[in-house]
């Protein structure tokens, strides 16, 4: 498949995205593949032009990741600065003023970012080296959030997939299922390997068999085994796989 192919069913998947409707719990729905475009195109230019080994799959952006950048576990300053992409990033539609969308002028820093992409940093040093045999891809690019207001005070809490109800998500992940098959398809990786275990378990259904399916543990600060060494442990867990030597 052409990497022109896709692009135009990266395309596609953010119009079908755009036209689903979501209810309680969800206030809010940001498409990074709408506002975010052109930083998120640039990622797909420099890193997702030819074969893979390997597929790191996530599950959908974080508020201050790539909800910021358009990006993949979007952490700013491992975009800016290590992968090298910049671009102009506009307000999502239906913004929350207590969610804002500041592109690469925004201050707060994505911890699981810093510690993913901190991580490849750490053992291949350039973005070339890690790129020449992996990717990193969002299993779904919306970033759900539920804002509220109660008794004068304002609650934001960031939604996954797995906390919406299931009629809500269904067309959600027969959208994402399908691209998944197409960028699977395209990159030919020899290992899957879900970022936390909600990835993993899309990557079984997606794939019942056919490819190397593993999993590292998630990033995430909300982890105690992640605080305590996610480089460490992330790095056993893919030796031990084989899916690094």
Not at 3 to 12: H, N, S
Request: hydrophobic share 35%.
């Amino acid at each position: 498949m052409a990497f022109q192919k896709l692009m135009y069913a990266t395309i596609e998947l953010s119009k079908k995205l755009d036209e689903l409707t979501f209810s309680e719990p969800v206030t809010h729905v940001y498409n990074p593949l709408v506002y975010a475009w052109e930083p998120h195109r640039l990622y797909l230019e420099k890193y997702c032009t030819s074969p893979k080994k390997i597929l790191f799959l996530g599950m959908n952006p974080g508020p201050f990741g790539m909800a910021q950048t358009g990006v993949p576990f979007g952490e700013i300053n491992s975009v800016r600065d290590w992968l090298g992409i910049r671009g102009e990033v506009l307000e999502p539609k239906h913004m929350s003023p207590k969610r804002p969308v500041l592109g690469f002028n925004c201050k707060r820093s994505e911890v699981s970012g810093l510690r993913l992409w901190g991580f490849f940093k750490e053992k291949f040093n350039t973005p070339e080296a890690f790129a020449e045999k992996h990717y990193v891809h969002n299993y779904c690019p919306l970033l759900f959030s539920q804002i509220e207001e109660k008794n004068g005070r304002t609650t934001c809490k960031n939604l996954t997939p797995d906390n919406l109800p299931a009629d809500q998500v269904r067309p959600l992940y027969e959208f994402c299922d399908d691209y998944l098959r197409l960028l699977v398809g395209y990159l030919q990786p020899a290992w899957l390997i879900g970022v936390g275990t909600f990835a993993r378990a899309r990557l079984k259904y997606v794939f019942p068999d056919g490819y190397n399916i593993g999993q590292i543990l998630h990033p995430s600060p909300a982890s105690p085994l992640a605080n305590k060494g996610f480089s460490e442990i992330a790095e056993k867990q893919l030796r031990e796989m084989g899916a690094w030597e």
